[in-house]
């Protein structure tokens, strides 16, 4: 790959540094996580199923994102930092794809055994929901990518914010079952995922719907299924111009860094649940009603 372009007066460059050095501690993290489930050994091997596909799913979207911060590149653009077929569009979608329903997987798990152990209809609901809801994003991505029309991508992310939302909504029923650290981490993850929220309403679904509107406007021909496939798996520029890459390179950041950390701790849900009951919320008995006492009728007959 050439790296003559890579110099610290470049903003690209320096961004494509921070990717690397980001994805670079998401995988020493991810390392660590697989020692300390490695560690816990045969004493749990009835869930070792479960806890071996977390880790594995927590890779796919950690890996997966490490792949797409090494090859940046910008789908419906078809622009990318370097020229090689590992650049193209089919490969870094398929990735994409990948990893997201992964991580999407993750919170769906996460969420059903904290449903099921407070017995919330709402919480598990939730997570039954969530994984169509990204299927189908996926595939309004695929369109967006394969025609270059941006609608497709509006709507794939306006269906994440959806996702995120029922997700905030589970988590704000589980905040009432708990106390302590585990309502403060609970808390804090609600933040977190309306600072998101707020980021995809105000940021990332308009900026691809202005550019929707600014391609009718232009008459832009888009591509065919077919013609758009092949387009997708063989046409890639390479380019190293900021002016290019500016309104990429907020949500990649936040993208390859906040959201891996997040299925970092999903992964690492597992190793701490059993600390969960400690934190559960007690609710206090109702008092039986006190019960009055029933006449007992004697009688006084005699006997003859």
């Known amino acids: 790959m050439n790296i003559e372009w890579f110099t610290w007066s470049n903003p690209v460059a320096v961004w494509w540094a921070f ?28 869930g070792l199923f479960r806890i071996e596909m977390m880790v594995l799913l927590c890779a796919a979207y950690v890996f997966g994102c490490a792949f797409r911060s ?42 059903r055994q904290l449903g099921k152990w407070v017995k919330s209809d709402t919480v598990n609901n939730v997570s039954l929901t969530i994984v169509p809801l990204i299927l189908i994003a996926e595939v309004c991505s695929w369109y967006a990518v394969i025609t270059t029309n941006y609608l497709g991508n509006a709507i794939e992310n306006s269906l994440w914010a959806a996702t995120f939302t029922l997700i905030a909504v589970a988590l704000a029923r589980l905040l009432y079952e708990f106390h302590g650290l585990a309502r403060l981490v609970i808390a804090t993850t609600i933040v977190g995922v309306t600072c998101y929220l707020a980021f995809l309403v105000s940021v990332d679904v308009p900026m691809y719907l202005a550019r929707w509107r600014a391609d009718l406007a232009a008459g832009k021909e888009l591509f065919g299924i077919f013609s758009g496939l092949y387009d997708l798996g063989t046409r890639w520029a390479v380019t190293h111009d900021f002016a290019h890459w500016h309104e990429e390179i907020a949500w990649m950041s936040l993208y390859f860094s906040f959201a891996v950390w997040s299925s970092l701790a999903l992964c690492g849900f597992e190793l701490v649940k059993h600390h969960l009951p400690r934190y559960r919320r007690r609710v206090a008995a109702l008092p039986s009603p006190a019960r009055r006492p029933v006449p007992v009728r004697v009688s006084s007959g005699r006997s003859a």
């Open 19 to 46: 990717l690397i050095a980001v994805s670079s501690a998401n995988i020493a993290l991810w390392l660590l996580l697989q020692r300390h489930f490695k560690k816990r050994g045969p004493g749990v091997r009835a």
């Open 70 to 111: 090494i090859l940046p590149r910008a789908d419906v653009q078809r622009i990318a930092l370097f020229d090689t077929w590992l650049s193209s569009v089919m490969v870094g979608r398929t990735v994409a794809t990948i990893a997201e329903v992964c991580f999407v997987i993750q919170w769906a798990i996460v969420l």
